[in-house]
């Protein structure tokens, strides 16, 4: 279907270790995969992003890879801080016009 | 920050009365949309929009209607607000090509008591 599955719900790292979060999707026209970070009590904001041509990238302590056969991507924080405290969420849309939202990860960061 | 303005920002309402809440960009994005965020749900895609009096519904449309009258506003109404209505809504924009980043309002959240 149109859902995206997000895994896990809830998730705690010691500062400076990794993060990973999947998310896994059902249909193969989607084409762009977005991640967003939400702090608490404040508006998601995109935080990287990638699109089916591409196989991973990464952006300083953050990459997102894509593995459109398997129809996952997944989040990958690296050093974690404790800043990086906030819930993420993975999205996708096939166009412009349907972009659907995983259920969220809450990731704490602790020191 | 993009320049998204949600309004009002918090509200409390009773059962059965009807509500609009008021999405406006300064950014000329072609695309708006509407989504409401409850805990265990992420964010559920309402209603959207891409373009004037152009508008499509999402996955959770039920009990609400929507509005596109210009460019840089876009009003979702809840007919008759029942408890279930009851979450932080949020307004996005995107530009008129594909894949391409959403941004959010600052977000409503709204009680129906």
């Known amino acids: 279907g149109e859902n995206v599955e997000q895994h896990p719900s809830t998730l705690s790292v010691q500062e400076g270790d990794s993060a990973v979060i999947k998310c896994t999707y059902s249909?193969?026209?989607?084409?762009?995969f977005p991640w967003y970070k939400q702090e608490l009590g404040k508006r998601p904001q995109l935080i990287i992003d990638i699109r089916s041509n591409v196989g991973e990238k990464k952006d300083q302590r953050i990459a997102v890879t894509l593995n459109k056969t398997a129809k996952h991507f997944s989040l990958h924080i690296t050093e974690t801080q404790p800043e990086d405290s906030a819930v993420y969420f993975c999205a996708k849309s096939k166009d412009r016009r349907q972009l659907t939202f995983g259920s969220g990860t809450q990731l704490t960061v602790l020191p | 920050d993009a320049g998204i303005t949600q309004s009002p920002r918090h509200k409390v309402t009773e059962t059965g009365t009807p509500v609009t809440l008021r999405c406006h960009q300064t950014e000329n994005h072609r695309y708006m949309y509407w989504y409401r965020q409850d805990p265990g749900h992420g964010l559920r895609l309402i209603h959207y929009?891409?373009?004037?009096?152009?508008?499509d519904k999402g996955e959770v449309s039920d009990g609400y209607s929507v509005s596109r009258s210009k460019t840089e506003d876009f009003l979702l109404t809840l007919e008759s607000a029942t408890s279930s209505q009851t979450s932080v809504y949020f307004c996005a924009t995107s530009l008129d090509r594909e894949g391409t980043e959403a941004f959010f309002g600052q977000g409503t959240r709204l009680t129906v008591v």
């Open positions: 929009s891409y373009g004037v009096k152009d508008t």
């Open positions: 249909d193969s026209a989607s084409n762009y």
